[in-house]
């Protein structure tokens, strides 16, 4: 075996953990937080959740909350304006993946100056200058916990994964009762999400006996509760399992990787806002059952371990229900195709030849079982457009 491992120094999971955020930084001697968050955190007042106990432990914090779902490499710059007028020794990231991987960005560009692209992989993005204490609000991308960060350059449309120790946050606390109020739609895509970490960081080319095990603990936590977080958003059993399995899924990809999914997902976000949850949910059928004969013991593993699959199946019926139950998964949760998202086929077909070359740039691709070359990921695009499957298999 041949792996790094990488996590945060201290992980605090558990119900009504963001209380203790005061005493989280006081362990690492910081107490000059900027607090990076959303505008609809800042005005529906959840950002209060972690404001209140800062300001009980006498810590007045400053809120940089201008941050935008799919964060551009703008937002990052004018985050880093604020982190550098003012005297701060921390970045305190409360939101979902978007406002977590924004804090992260300002923590590597104000390091190391520049633009965000000069760090896009494969530079390794290993300096911060504040380290970041994460606190997902979603359940979710597990950024709290990934080496990662996603950024989009606003102006060549590209989501650039950015990589590398810079973006590991020092400290996470993970919290799932601050999920209760995510609605049903972005649970769905969030915990799609999540589970799409498990499943590649499983199949990866560079999975390893402790990616394997936080990525199999993850399947099956979503497997069996992302249907009743859907449907039950105050089902306190399911959001709890939920919220533990995106940040054991964060943890599994961030020392594997993520793989054709992701590849082809980022491009998708980047030319046509779909939510990155929602644009691996469109993808995820296809791409399994493409990538299926080149792993399918894996495969099958997945497939028992998520439910999707009974546990006595052989792997042919295995990997056979894994696509069929992902397909039925994604109608349960009602997502849509590109088309009922409102994308243009003009638009989706003009952007084919573009999106292959960006997901290939991205190397992701590379850690699929089966690699693709850019026609095949062209003709994945269309698969999922049309929503006829590529071959009977
Ligand atoms: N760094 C990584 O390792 C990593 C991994 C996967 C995805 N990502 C990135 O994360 C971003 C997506 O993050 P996300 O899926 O968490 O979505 P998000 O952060 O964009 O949030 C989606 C929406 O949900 C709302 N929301 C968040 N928490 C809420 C709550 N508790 N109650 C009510 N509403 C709430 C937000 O205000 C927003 O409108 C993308 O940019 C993606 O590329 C990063
Ligand atoms: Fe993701």
């Given at each position: 075996m041949d792996a790094i491992l990488a996590a945060p120094r201290l992980m605090q999971v558990g119900g009504g953990s963001v209380k203790q955020v005061a005493s989280l930084l006081a362990k690492f001697?910081?107490?000059?937080?900027?607090?990076?968050?959303?505008?609809?955190?800042?005005?529906?007042?959840?950002?209060?959740?972690?404001?209140?106990?800062?300001?009980?432990?006498?810590?007045?914090a400053s809120v940089f909350s201008d941050t935008i779902p799919e964060p551009t490499d703008m937002v990052v710059e004018a985050g880093v304006a604020v982190l550098?007028?003012?005297?701060?020794?921390?970045?305190?990231?409360?939101g979902g993946g978007?406002?977590?991987?924004?804090?992260?960005?300002?923590?590597?560009?104000?390091?190391?100056?520049?633009?965000?692209?000069?760090?896009?992989?494969?530079?390794?993005?290993?300096?911060?200058?504040?380290?970041?204490?994460?606190?997902?609000?979603?359940?979710?991308t597990g950024s709290e916990c990934t080496r990662f960060t996603v950024i989009t350059d606003a102006h060549a449309d590209e989501k650039m994964l950015i990589a590398g120790l810079g973006c590991l946050p020092l400290a996470a606390l993970v919290d799932y009762e601050l999920t209760y109020s995510v609605p049903p739609r972005t649970t769905a895509d969030t915990g799609v999400d999540s589970l799409t970490h498990a499943l590649e960081a499983y199949v990866s080319?560079?999975?390893?006996?402790?990616?394997?095990?936080?990525?199999?603990?993850?399947?099956?936590?979503?497997?069996?509760?992302?249907?009743?977080?859907?449907?039950e958003p105050r089902n306190a059993a399911a959001r709890e399992a939920m919220m533990l399995g995106a940040t054991q899924a964060g943890l599994a990809f961030s020392n594997s990787?993520?793989?054709?999914?992701?590849?082809?997902?980022?491009?998708?976000?980047?030319?046509?806002?779909?939510?990155?949850?929602?644009s691996n949910a469109m993808l995820l059928p296809a791409v399994t059952r493409f990538s299926v004969p080149a792993a399918p013991d894996r495969y099958a593993v997945a497939a028992r371990q998520s439910g999707l699959a009974a546990a006595d199946d052989p792997d042919d019926r295995a990997v056979a229900r894994l696509v069929a139950g992902l397909e039925a998964l994604n109608r349960e949760l009602g997502v849509p195709t590109p088309a009922e998202f409102?994308?243009?086929?003009?638009?989706?077909?003009?952007?084919?030849?573009?999106?292959a070359e960006q997901a290939l740039a991205s190397g992701s691709p590379a850690n699929n079982p089966r690699v693709p070359d850019a026609a095949e990921i062209v003709a994945l695009y269309n698969e999922v457009w049309t929503g006829a499957p590529r071959n009977a298999g």
């Open positions: 001697g910081l107490s000059r937080p900027l607090v990076v968050t959303d505008p609809f955190m800042a005005s529906s007042g959840l950002v209060r959740r972690c404001l209140d106990p800062l300001e009980q432990a006498g810590i007045v550098l007028a003012g005297d701060f020794d921390c970045l305190v990231a409360f978007s406002p977590i991987d924004t804090a992260k960005a300002m923590a590597v560009l104000a390091a190391g100056g520049g633009k965000m692209r000069d760090y896009k992989v494969p530079v390794q993005a290993d300096t911060a200058r504040l380290p970041v204490i994460a606190i997902p609000t979603t359940a979710g080319r560079r999975a390893n006996p402790f990616s394997d095990a936080l990525a199999l603990a993850a399947m099956r936590l979503i497997g069996e509760n992302l249907r009743t977080a859907f449907r990787s993520v793989a054709l999914v992701h590849g082809m997902s980022r491009p998708i976000g980047a030319h046509f806002h779909v939510p990155h949850g929602l409102g994308i243009s086929e003009a638009d989706w077909k003009a952007k084919l030849s573009l999106m």
